[in-house]
């Protein structure tokens, strides 16, 4: 079992800032790729920002610009600091981490999500 725990969003106005932080743990024998994803209210979850093992990154082009992915693989964590933000980023924000357990089985978790709202 892979456990995520998401920590980080709130209520900010349009222009400010929020950083989110997300730590797996648990059988972890390697984490290949982690990110966020994010749901508005309506509509599909989508990417955001995804990072590999190797620090290579794919984002949303809503979000490029703005947010930055980072990683600390020692830790297995991972970091969204999202700037100018506005009132379209307001979704609920899911971490997901995909790699290989201890028993060599592959995983794909996610996060119990946390609501990142702006206001205009």
């Known amino acids: 079992q892979v456990q995520l725990v998401e920590s980080g969003g709130g209520l900010v106005q349009a222009g400010g800032s929020l950083r989110l932080s997300c730590a797996a743990s648990?059988?972890?024998?390697?984490?290949?790729?982690m990110g966020w994803y994010r749901q508005a209210p309506g509509k599909q979850r989508e990417l955001v920002v995804v990072?590999?093992?190797?620090?290579?990154?794919t984002q949303a082009n809503s979000v490029k610009g703005r947010f930055t992915i980072s990683r600390d693989n020692a830790k297995n964590t991972v970091y969204l600091q999202m700037n100018s933000l506005k009132p379209e980023d307001t979704a609920v924000y899911y971490c997901?981490?995909?790699?290989?357990?201890?028993?060599?089985?592959?995983?794909?978790?996610w996060g119990q999500g946390t609501q990142v709202t702006v206001s205009s």
């Open positions: 648990g059988s972890i024998f390697r984490i290949n790729a």
């Open positions: 997901n981490a995909a790699g290989v357990d201890d028993s060599k089985r592959q995983f794909d978790s």
């Open positions: 990072i590999s093992s190797g620090g290579i990154t």
